[in-house]
């Protein structure tokens, strides 16, 4: 795509008027004594592009800094600060892998309503040092200045060669498969 292209459109995402979480789900014997805990992930950024009068030449890069990921259920400053913790440092060692990326290969839009449309991505999605093809479906509502884009995912946190954590000797862990959900604000450029 050429930055002289005029029916190219370019927005950037804008992490402090959206909303990104990831829910885990526990799992185990004991299951019922844990908490199903929901993580903000506040640090993240990128661009989207598109034709358009089609949708058509669309890209998304997005970038994630999982240093940012934040516990936000009602829980003690004791277990949130070890909840974050072992998230940072045993599940998704922030220190080996300090981004996640995703990069669109392949998109398609729908429409469904006036500047709405469904949209499915496919792209590579990085983390914790495999990089694996995802697919994330998304509404998209755009004008003039601004899109939002909403949506849910899963993935299996082996595909990604992440070991689901666990503790009291296996009697209370986090299943394998976490759900995203998203509501991204992004503002035309």
């Known amino acids: 795509m050429s930055a002289t292209d ?37 640090g993240f950024g990128g661009d989207a592009q598109f034709e358009l009068s ?19 259920d ?33 998109t398609s839009a729908h429409p469904i309503a006036e500047g709405k449309h469904h949209v499915k991505i496919t792209g590579d999605l990085t983390l914790h040092g495999a990089t694996r093809e995802h ?8 004008n003039q200045d601004s899109l939002s884009a909403q949506g849910e995912f899963s993935l299996r946190q082996t595909d990604y060669n992440i070991k689901p954590v666990s503790i009291a000797g296996g009697t209370l862990k986090v299943k394998d498969q976490l759900k995203f959900s998203f509501d991204i604000i992004a503002e035309k450029q």
Do not use: W
């Open 74 to 106: 009602k829980v003690s400053d004791k277990d949130r600060r070890e909840i974050e913790r072992a998230m940072r440092e045993d599940v998704l060692e922030i220190a080996r892998y300090p981004e996640i990326v995703f990069m669109s290969k392949k």
């Open 54 to 72: 089609t949708l058509g030449r669309a890209s998304l890069l997005m970038l994630v800094t999982p240093d940012s990921f934040t516990v936000t």
């Open 135 to 142: 697919m994330v479906d998304a509404n998209v509502t755009f």
């Open 6 to 42: 005029n029916n190219i459109v370019r927005y950037r995402l804008d992490a402090s008027r959206s909303r990104f979480v990831v829910q885990a789900f526990a799992d185990g014997l004991f299951s019922m004594f844990g908490h199903n805990p929901t993580i903000a992930i506040c």
